[in-house]
């Protein structure tokens, strides 16, 4: 009888982990400069994109890669965060992403021909249920759950999310190259991201540093 509780609760995760209607469905985030610029990728989504047309990242072999902006504009996501708690949340991303990137490319500190300056915003942060989550990922029944979840690529239960904007530029001529507004979450079998909403910023701050890295990396070597 005293296990009726939890399992009534991860019975309900699914309502309690549902989408939220959130601005960037119908709109890029309004402060941003480069907002009129992108172009939605698919209705009620909130990723929006904007790409110079015939970009190709293989003439650049270097990056800067700035810190952190946290975004102030009067759609900012950030609920019940702190500020001193979202500066820290920014300092996670630049640290985890230029850890990530360095592994297959050049990160530099001085602009010039052949250099990329990349600037992540943090527009909002949905918060983790720590411990909640964690627990929802290790029992038999929330297990089930998130494995399902993994393999449709979704988020796992209880487990909170970024809202952020990617923007490239040419160093040299501070041309934009590139821009996006995405929300990324952990995977839905990422256990350690689970454990606190600072756990879950750097497990999303990582994801996105590999995948940066990655694409960098494909466009010094593309496959022959």
Do not use: C
């Amino acid at each position: 009888m005293k296990s009726l509780p939890l399992i009534a609760l991860l019975l309900a995760l699914p309502a309690v982990a549902a989408a939220k209607d959130t601005p960037t469905k119908q709109r890029p985030p309004a402060g941003m400069a480069e907002a009129a610029m992108m172009a939605h990728d698919k209705p009620k989504s909130e990723s929006w994109t904007y790409k110079k047309q015939g970009l190709s990242l293989a003439p650049y072999s270097k990056i800067i890669i700035d810190k952190t902006v946290i975004y102030n504009g009067p759609d900012a996501q950030f609920g019940k965060i702190s500020a001193a708690d979202q500066a820290q949340f920014g300092e996670y991303i630049t640290a985890e992403i230029e850890i990530e990137v360095q592994k297959k490319f050049p990160v530099v500190q001085t602009a010039g021909p052949g250099t990329l300056r990349l600037r992540v915003t943090l527009l909002g942060v949905e918060a983790t249920a720590g411990g909640v989550a964690t627990v929802t990922h290790v029992l038999p029944m929330g297990l089930a759950l998130n494995a399902l979840k993994s393999v449709a690529g979704k988020s796992g239960t209880m487990t909170g999310s970024l809202l952020f904007a990617v923007e490239v530029w040419d160093s040299q001529t501070n041309e934009l190259l590139y821009a996006a507004v995405r929300r990324k979450s952990p995977g839905a079998m990422d256990i350690p991201a689970t454990v606190s909403t600072g756990d879950t910023v750097k497990e999303v701050a990582k994801d996105l540093g590999r995948d940066i890295a990655d694409r960098l990396d494909k466009a010094q070597h593309p496959a022959s």
